[in-house]
């Protein structure tokens, strides 16, 4: 294991045994490269590292800092990632934006309050007043966040908001290629709406299967 590696697996070992909380401050370079057994540029190299991926906050003349760690704050890195991906890994995002988003639908509808649901229907009304692909696009985007949102679970919300992206170009291609899209976009989203305002998780979890399936069932149609 290269040196950096260790650096940065002997500080995660800190975090999660509790040693290092959230919002505390490390110990000076000095004393921690101490420590842990470890050279100060390795250990300055591995607090980079954490750093890009949101462990860790390094401020200028105040020290470095554990992050809060929160879900969506660490899986900010996952969405650096997926979005480098190319058009022919869409259909892999899709097939697994179909397993977490109608889990998450189900979850939806058995704790969803009455401002979500007003929030949710008020952008399916929004994408049915516009023509432009690209702010259907952005209702889209918005519809499926506030259901990840009444989920009640920030991880898998914050998964899903992640994978949204490498998908965004096939819907606005769907958009403007495919007679009558909006509107069947806006049916299957509202299908969902009902199911969650209805407190019935199996028809939410079965209207959002429906709802990502046609996505991918069309864009293998057109490849």
């Known amino acids: 294991m290269a040196l950096t590696d260790e650096a940065i697996v002997r500080i995660k070992e800190m975090i999660v045994s509790g040693q290092l909380r ?10 921690l490269a101490e420590t842990l057994g470890l050279s100060r540029n390795s250990l300055r190299e591995a607090v980079k590292a954490l ?11 105040d020290g470095t800092y554990v992050t809060s760690l929160d879900p969506e704050l660490l899986l ?13 890994s869409v259909l892999e995002f899709l097939r697994v934006r179909r397993i977490l988003e109608p889990a998450a639908a189900a979850m939806a509808a058995l704790r969803v309050s009455p401002d979500e649901v007003r929030l949710m229907q008020e952008v399916i009304d929004a994408s ?34 992640g994978l949204s992206a490498p998908t965004n170009r096939a819907r606005v291609w769907r958009g403007r290629t495919e007679p ?7 049916h299957e989203h509202q299908a969902v709406l009902d199911a969650l305002a209805g407190a019935e998780p199996d028809l939410a979890h079965a209207a959002m ?3 990502v399936a046609g996505v991918e069932n069309w864009l293998r149609s057109v490849r």
């Open 22 to 31: 959230p919002g505390d401050r490390l110990p000076r370079e000095a004393d």
């Open 51 to 61: 750093s890009l991926m949101n462990v860790l906050d390094v401020r200028q003349g």
């Open 76 to 88: 900010d890195a996952l969405t650096f990632v997926v979005d480098f991906h190319r058009d022919e």
């Open 128 to 161: 049915l007043a516009t023509d432009a692909p690209e702010d259907v696009l952005q209702l889209d985007i918005e519809f499926h966040r506030l259901v990840g949102g009444a989920c009640g679970n920030s991880v898998l919300a914050s998964l899903i908001e």
């Open 180 to 186: 009558g899209a909006r509107e069947r976009t806006a």
């Open 209 to 211: 299967v429906t709802h």
